[in-house]
């Protein structure tokens, strides 16, 4: 097992505008950021450092931090890239079962794509604060048809599964790349299926389980504890034969997680390019937005919602989990165009 030590420097490439000496900048992992510096983040102190004044313990985090991206599922990283959620589930926290029937699902799908949606993630378990765990069959039976029906159609689809049986059902309906919350940890079978099937898996950081997961989250330096979870993730995938290039990361914002810890984990969220690996981030409609601003209901979290999503790709996060895809794509575009290069950047 693999892993940094509470005392450990961790490097954080500074994408601020403004912030990067062009004549001395490196590529964010071959996308579209470059960076000239990094803030070196021990536990009691953060400093600036030049990236050719790095020190030789940080050059592997510094070759990490380059290292081109290769694409996932047809997917580049030259922009961000908008993963639209689809719960087929009766309870889930953002949508109540709007599109539980599997026709209203596969409608909701249709609707994210033409919006702006680069992948679907379909789930058929709610995993909200206090959700009650569902059986994989029942899981299955609501979400295969919803798979296959997209897939058919020629869309990027994700299934949002911690059970080994649903991943398997999931790829054999036409999904392209598994997303477990668990980080292939929450069945014994889940890493040699996603290894065996040679497809992408997002590794997702959870403390704890969904039913008690908000009890009592703590954490010695939340941002740290992620990086170092999902480091030992990252070598268990390579010791199960799943190599880093079919890997993406995610730190898991409102799993297990205090609002303290979520803005401490987002405000550092570029720490975890040092991973390797694209890194994903699921903000939408959560509950820290309400708690931030006037306790709004997950529907009316939409602009809370679009900041922190923003925030994000400020850092280099090369994909977003949304459920307003429409209003994310647009704020993107924006974005974009105002950040990387006006009018020239590139659609």
């Known amino acids: 097992m693999t892993g940094h030590t509470s005392d450990e420097p961790l490097p954080r490439p500074v994408l601020a505008a403004g912030a990067v000496d062009a004549a001395k900048a490196v590529s964010l992992g071959g996308g579209p950021f470059a960076f000239s510096h990094v803030e070196i983040r021990d536990p009691d102190s953060r ?13 592997p985090a510094l070759e990490r931090l380059t290292a081109p991206r290769p694409p996932v599922a047809g997917l580049n990283w030259q922009r961000p890239r908008i993963m639209g959620v689809v719960n087929v589930t009766p309870d889930s926290f953002s949508d109540g079962g709007d599109a539980f ?10 609707a994210l794509v033409d919006a702006g949606a680069d992948i679907l993630d379909i789930g058929g378990e709610s995993t909200r604060p206090g959700a009650t765990p569902v059986d994989p069959l029942e899981e299955q039976r609501r979400i295969v048809p919803v798979i296959a029906a997209l897939a058919d159609r020629g869309i990027r689809v994700s299934v949002d599964t911690r059970h080994a049986h649903t991943m398997k059902a999931a790829l054999d309906a ?24 040679r497809i992408p898996v997002v590794l997702m950081h959870m403390q704890g389980e969904p039913q008690t997961m908000q009890r009592a989250p703590s ?79 997950p529907k009316d979290r939409v602009p809370g919602s679009l900041a922190a999503a923003l925030a994000a790709v400020e850092q280099g996060v090369q994909m977003v989990r949304v459920h307003d895809v429409a209003e994310t794509a647009q704020a993107l ?14 659609p």
């Open 47 to 59: 400093r600036i450092v030049p990236v050719e004044a790095l020190p030789d313990a940080l050059q």
């Open 101 to 110: 029937d599997p026709g209203a699902a596969v409608a909701r799908g249709l």
């Open 174 to 197: 036409g999904a392209q790349i598994v997303n477990d919350v668990t980080a292939l940890r929450g069945d014994p079978a889940a890493l040699r299926t996603v290894s065996q099937a």
């Open 219 to 297: 954490y010695a330096d939340a941002p740290r504890d992620v990086y170092t979870f999902l480091e030992e993730r990252l070598a268990a995938c390579a010791a199960a034969g799943i190599p880093r290039a079919h890997v993406l990361v995610d730190p898991g914002i409102g799993f297990g997680k205090s609002l303290a810890h979520n803005l401490q984990i987002l405000h550092q969220v570029g720490l975890y390019h040092g991973l390797g690996c694209p890194v994903v981030v699921g903000v939408s409609r959560k509950r820290f937005i309400a708690a931030l601003s006037r306790d709004e209901a």
């Open 333 to 346: 575009a924006v974005w974009r165009a105002i950040r990387l290069g006006g009018l020239n950047a590139t």
